[in-house]
């Protein structure tokens, strides 16, 4: 059997893929999850092992049921054990619209992926982590949710993306106070204006926004930033909170006056 093993979703670049490589070079073995770039997918298993670390890429659309089922049976085949699930899948909606004309169609796609597919396979996990900690077979195991400053900050022309990362903070918080009994702690880290492929449309704006002094630190923010505050998380220095949010966010939650 592996010894610590992580799950990151949508692991095949961007912020995922920032997690799976920094998990990987804190000697996790890293199940690296994507559901339709196979080619990024095997990038990230071979910059992890460039690293000297170890990891597998599995198919899977966490959107459809019999995928996560998949997911799960995969991956406890190959290693034995999930110490960590990290939430990290997500989507922007295809086309920017007004809360008044958003269609059913971006707004199922949008929450399917960012709030019922997490959910459902963390529930699943949860449920498995219980039987394996029984078994004496984990300990301390982890779930991480990669949610958004939009779990809090209005954006009417993606009012679906900011809803479903707000359903992400409570998803959080009700699976924090449902698994603490099993000493499994749940954690939201919540990024700010982080250069991806999913910003990197709205450079410029962003550019100038910073320069401004949207965020105490002037700058935009990377993978690394995200993967630093999971490695953390993962490596069990915050043991006695759970439910936390952990913002890395160039200070962005800030009221200022």
Not at 8 to 19: D, F, P
């Amino acid at each position: 059997m592996a010894d610590r093993v992580a799950l990151v979703t949508g692991a095949s670049r961007g912020i995922g893929r920032g997690i799976a490589v920094a998990l990987g070079a804190a000697d996790w073995q890293v199940a690296v999850n994507y559901r339709g770039n196979e080619m990024a997918a095997n990038q990230t298993v071979a910059a992890i092992q460039a690293d000297g670390g170890t990891a597998h890429s599995f198919q899977a659309d966490i959107t459809i049921s019999t995928d996560r089922a998949r997911l799960i049976d995969q991956v406890m085949e190959r290693y034995g054990r999930i110490d960590i699930l990290v939430n990290n899948a997500g989507v922007a909606p295809s086309q920017r619209m007004d809360v008044l004309e958003v269609t059913v169609e971006s707004y199922e796609q949008v929450m399917d992926t960012n709030l019922k597919g997490p959910f459902f396979l963390t529930q699943q996990v949860a449920n498995m982590m219980i039987d394996l900690l029984r078994a004496g077979t984990i300990e301390s195991p982890k779930i991480v949710n990669i949610s958004s400053i939009s779990a809090y900050a209005s954006s009417p022309n993606r009012g679906e993306y900011c809803m479903s990362k707000a359903g992400m903070s409570m998803m959080t918080l009700l699976f924090a106070d449902r698994l603490a009994e099993y000493g499994i702690n749940v954690y939201e880290v919540r990024p700010g204006i982080i250069a991806t492929d999913m910003t990197s449309t709205v450079t410029e704006k962003y550019d100038s926004l910073i320069a401004e002094g949207l965020t105490p630190i002037r700058r935009w923010g990377h993978p690394d930033d995200v993967a630093k505050a999971v490695v953390a998380l993962a490596e069990n220095y915050l043991p006695f909170s759970t439910g936390e949010v952990i913002n890395v966010d160039g200070g962005f939650h800030f009221r200022r006056l």
